[in-house]
């Protein structure tokens, strides 16, 4: 991640550009991948990398919570307290999604707010469906506080890749009280958004309107927090195969090649440009783009 500045109005805006690294290993133990990957990331406008470091997946309701997590975090600054300044990490990307995924079933996936459970007993964690979810989103804030703190504190910045439906499951904003039941309920979203430097939606989506369209709610909303309390704000595209078509420009008929990938991020950074908070666009991910036609 490097950081990304607005110039001022009567400038042309340059948008940043990242790009997700899995096989971070492979990538570093060879000196033509990594010169193949900076010649790639300057040609298509790349300005952020995002190194996957393992281990790998967290789960926030787990007994053991997230220490596992933040002890990554304090590893980090640890990495870069020991080494030179052109080594170091800016900050940490996190990638934590609270919708149910296999035995995990807190969140009541096609249910919008209003319509979860309040029957005592219909919970799988606390005793009703709204207190799962309620809770769930509290930790799911929680965690990114947690690693906000850590790194601000070390003058590293937190990036998250966060899912585009906040605003509208199922027609309505995720909300929720936080840090307790006593503060206001709004919207999941603006609690997060003063936490992290950078928001990173998963707005996949092989039609470019549609993709900007996923990240409006997000980059409007930014957009009206003061400086220095607000994140920018990225799209996102999937370009990896077996994701699905519409989805993945991999997956598209028509669209698998690096020149449509492109234009489609500009006509995206052309619709979002307008707010002020808007950085640009992410490409999921690295050895794909790489292996992707022209």
Not at 196 to 220: C, F
Request: glycine share 8%; no cysteine; proline share 5%.
């Amino acid at each position: 991640m490097h950081s990304h500045t607005q110039p001022p109005a009567d400038m042309s805006v340059t948008f940043g550009g990242g790009m997700w690294i899995w096989q971070s290993a492979e990538l570093l133990a060879s000196a033509n991948e990594i010169a193949n990957l900076m010649t790639a990331s300057a040609a298509a406008q790349i300005t952020d990398l995002y190194l996957y470091t393992p281990p790998g997946g967290y789960n926030l309701d787990d007994a053991a919570g997230p220490g596992n997590f933040l002890q990554g975090i304090e590893n980090m600054i640890d990495y870069n307290q020991a080494v030179s300044t052109n080594e170091r990490f800016v900050g940490l990307q996190a990638d934590i999604e609270p919708q149910d995924q296999g035995v995990y079933t807190t969140f009541h996936n096609g249910i919008p707010d209003e319509a979860l459970s309040n029957v005592s007993g219909s919970g799988d964690w606390q005793s009703t469906q709204a207190l799962d979810r309620e809770m769930l989103m509290r930790s799911w804030l929680t965690i990114h506080q947690t690693a906000s703190d850590l790194l601000h504190g070390q003058g590293l910045q937190l990036s998250a890749a966060m899912p585009f439906w906040t605003e509208t499951y199922y027609g309505s904003p995720v909300q929720v009280n936080f840090p307790s039941s006593t503060d206001t309920r709004q919207s999941v979203m603006k609690y997060m958004m003063p936490l992290l430097d950078e928001y990173i939606v998963m707005s996949y989506n092989t039609d470019p309107a549609n993709a900007a369209n996923r990240v409006k709610a997000q980059a409007t909303y930014a957009s009206t927090l003061p400086v220095g309390k607000r994140p920018r704000v990225y799209a996102a595209m999937e370009i990896s195969p077996g994701v699905g078509e519409t989805v993945s420009y991999g997956d598209t008929s028509g669209k698998n090649s690096k020149s449509i990938v492109l234009r489609d991020r500009a006509r995206i950074q052309e619709i979002l440009g307008r707010h002020e908070a808007f950085a640009g666009v992410a490409i999921h991910y690295w050895t794909t783009w790489r292996d992707m036609p022209e």
